[in-house]
């Protein structure tokens, strides 16, 4: 399945793409918003694999949007205005539907849409077969640093940016938590709260609803407490 989302403005829009959604079998609609600070919520909480994207609306139009979101998820831009179709692939959006939209345009644009997907996952899948590094690089400043997972003590989101606290120092990136989650190994790193992710091997304590990794105290949140209990505490308590 994958999983999309509706960037629009106009409800009588939102509610004819969500219609034809409905109709597309490979299709997932997991939220809608009227404003791209809407989709920037969005994308820091659940994955998201396609983005149907207004470019006229309030606050920040749909092209400004693209320009400033690192490593979006796949996007067909819905408008109503046909002259930003460069500049919109220009962008690398998958296609380009200007209103009305007709259920066949439509089709074909979300066909093109499971084929790049379809791509990515066999990418994917033969990169799993490969010895994983363990290192990563991520832009910082003006420059690219090497960063070992094992140094990692936890990650913090801020925004569009997140700062990687290692026993080194800390470093600020333009990414989403979501962007770096998907690259960390599951069993050793959990998400702890919509802001953190924490190495497991580096908790010294949980004390309340906070986790001590040597100065820094970490919250949890709410929604990850059973979670965290589980892996963290449960799996490793010793017991009479």
Known sequence: MIKCVIIDDEPLAVEC???????VSFLQLVGTGSNPLDLNAMLDEQPIDLI???????FINGIEFLKMTPDPPMVIITTAYPSYALEGFQLDVLDYLVKPIT?????KAVNKSKDYHQLLHANSRSASHEETPDYFFIKCDYKYEKLYFKDIL???AMQ?????????????????LKNIEEKLNPQAFIRVHKSY????????SIENNDIIIQTHRIPISRNYQTEVLGRVVNDRLWKK
């Open 17 to 23: 793409i969500a219609s034809y959604i409905k109709e």
């Open 52 to 58: 149907f994207l207004d470019i006229e609306m309030p």
């Open 103 to 107: 259920f066949n345009r439509f089709l």
């Open 154 to 156: 936890y990650i913090e």
């Open 160 to 176: 569009n940016y997140i700062t990687i606290h290692t026993q080194k120092g800390k470093y600020i990136t333009l990414l989403y």
């Open 197 to 204: 992710i924490v190495s497991i091997s580096k908790i010294e």
